[in-house]
């Protein structure tokens, strides 16, 4: 039933098998034994796009808003015993997230679910939520805006601050002219070289310059050594960084609010019991290192 709802929304059966990591084989495949089950084609090609039938559009009318409860009701009475299970948990975060706790949660995984596999989708505040409304991921974490499935629970784990990274060789930012008139780098998972800090800045009447933009925060751990350059990052990312390389870090002169980070899943996988168990491991992973606030 989930692939029939996915092939509907996405009428095309490579995107649909990849929603729910499907081979395009096995999404093919699923897409006969549908036609056969429901004896109708379901979808057929008109020119490059596939064009739901009446019969499936009825069908998924009566299916699609039902299948949540469905869901639900199953894992509910699904047993899980974490030392013995091997199913997939699929976690989505922002690069932040991803870069802090993935290796403690791993650590706790292999040592509590050695059987089980873990995948990681790395979005932001603009890819996340559709991820999890289509099903692609489980759980949720990271800064994730408001613009959650209507379905979706929601928990704040911690407000992060922010904090100024740099090379130890080079001096400490004195004052807000001085950030100014430094050279900065940046994670920008669009690629354009403005942020909350920007924001703040123009509405003093100043400016930055941005010379480096990465997509991701390891980077920084690359591109901050033996340079120049400064770099605003949530304060678990600046701990995390320096863990990996010299650095030495201090309070901006000018920071954004701080960021809410959140835990967030569908609520059809909130009676799961091993979903449950893995958000409970994905939350202690994450305050047990970076604090509850």
Not at 69 to 76: N, P, S
Not at 222 to 245: I, Y
Request: glycine share 6%; charged share 25%; hydrophobic share 45%.
């Amino acid at each position: 039933m989930r692939l029939f709802v996915a092939l509907v929304e996405e009428r095309h059966v490579t995107r649909a098998g990849e929603r729910l990591f499907l081979s395009q084989p096995a999404a093919s495949g699923g897409l006969k034994r549908l036609r056969e089950q429901f004896q109708d084609p379901l979808l057929v090609r008109e020119g490059h796009e596939l064009r739901v039938t009446g019969r499936a559009q009825q069908l998924y009318d009566s299916i699609a808003p039902r299948l949540e409860d469905l869901a639900a009701a199953l894992h509910a009475a699904s047993p899980f015993d974490p030392a013995r299970d091997s199913r997939t948990f699929r976690l989505g975060c922002t690069d932040a997230v991803a870069y802090a706790i993935l290796p403690p949660l791993l650590a706790r995984l292999r040592e509590m679910a050695p059987w089980c596999q873990l995948t990681v989708r790395v979005g932001d505040v603009r890819t996340l939520p559709g991820l999890l409304l289509h099903g692609e991921i489980g759980t949720a974490l990271g800064y994730l805006g408001e613009e959650l499935p209507a379905n979706a629970r929601i928990r704040v784990l911690r407000h992060a601050q922010w904090v100024l990274v740099r090379d130890p060789a080079t001096p400490p930012v004195s004052s807000i002219e001085d950030f100014c008139a430094r050279q900065h780098a940046m994670v920008t998972p669009r690629g354009d070289l403005e942020g909350f800090v920007d924001a703040l800045l123009r509405q003093q009447g100043r400016s930055r310059r941005v010379v480096l933009g990465v997509s991701s925060f390891g980077l920084l751990s690359v591109a901050l050594p033996g340079s120049d350059l400064v770099a605003t990052v949530p304060d678990f990312v600046a701990e995390r960084l320096k863990l990996r390389v010299s650095l030495s870090s201090e309070a901006p002169p000018v920071a954004p609010p701080p960021l809410p980070n959140a835990l967030a899943w569908s609520d059809a996988e909130d009676r799961d019991p091993a979903e449950r168990w893995f958000r409970h491991q994905v939350t202690d992973a994450f305050t047990g290192v970076f604090g509850r606030s």
